[in-house]
Every structure is written in C-alpha cells, then in structure tokens.
C-alpha cells in the first residue's frame, strides 16, 4: 500500500515538474506577442509557476523528511526488537514462499 501511495506521489512530481516545463516553454514561444492581454496572461501564469516551484519544493522536503523519520523509527525498533523482527520477516518470507508456490 505504502509502495502504490510512493508511486503515485512520484507520478504526480513528475507530472508536475513537465506541466511547469511546458508552461515555460510556451512563455518563450509566446514572448514577440505583444497585446495587453497576452502579457497579463504570461504575468500570472509565470506567478503561478513561481508558486508552483515553492510548493513542490516544499513538498520534496517533507517527503524526503518523512522517509527518514519512518527509517530512522524502523532501525530504532528493529534494534530494541531483534527477535521480533526476525519473526515478523521470516512470516512474510513464509506468507510470500506460499503465495509463490501456488503457480
């Protein structure tokens, strides 16, 4: 479930990160328009773009911020827990060996 929810978010900084590319671009193609009206629209999509950059920043962060508090939390447990966490991973070894089997 973790794994899909990574993916996904991964999916969705890529995607980003070409949305802003694109809009770039069409900024620069549309650069020799000259009229009131494509200016102002080129004004607020380079300040929504602006925006854009900070928040997947900021989203970058905490993402990297939260992989390595749950890193941090499993070596702490799988340190206190060490006979714990041999029996938790040799069931899913086992549970994964029986799955495995079945084809």
């Known amino acids: 479930m973790?794994?899909?929810?990574?993916?996904?978010?991964?999916?969705l900084m890529d995607d980003l990160h070409q949305s802003i590319a694109d809009a770039e671009?069409?900024?620069k193609l549309t650069a020799n328009e000259a009229s009131e009206s494509t200016v102002k629209l080129r004004e607020r999509v380079r300040d929504r773009m602006s925006k854009a950059r900070v928040e997947l920043q900021h989203l970058q962060q905490a993402t990297v911020e939260k992989a390595k508090a749950a890193g941090q939390?499993?070596?702490?447990?799988?340190?206190?827990?060490?006979?714990?966490?041999?029996g938790i991973a040799a069931g899913m070894g086992l549970v994964v060996g029986l799955l495995i089997s079945r084809r």
């Not at 973790?2 to 999916?11: A, S």
């Not at 702490?76 to 041999?86: A, D, G, T, Y």
């Open 25 to 27: 671009e069409m900024l």
């Open 73 to 86: 939390a499993t070596d702490v447990f799988v340190h206190e827990n060490p006979w714990k966490s041999i």
């Open 2 to 11: 973790t794994e899909t929810l990574q993916h996904t978010k991964d999916k």
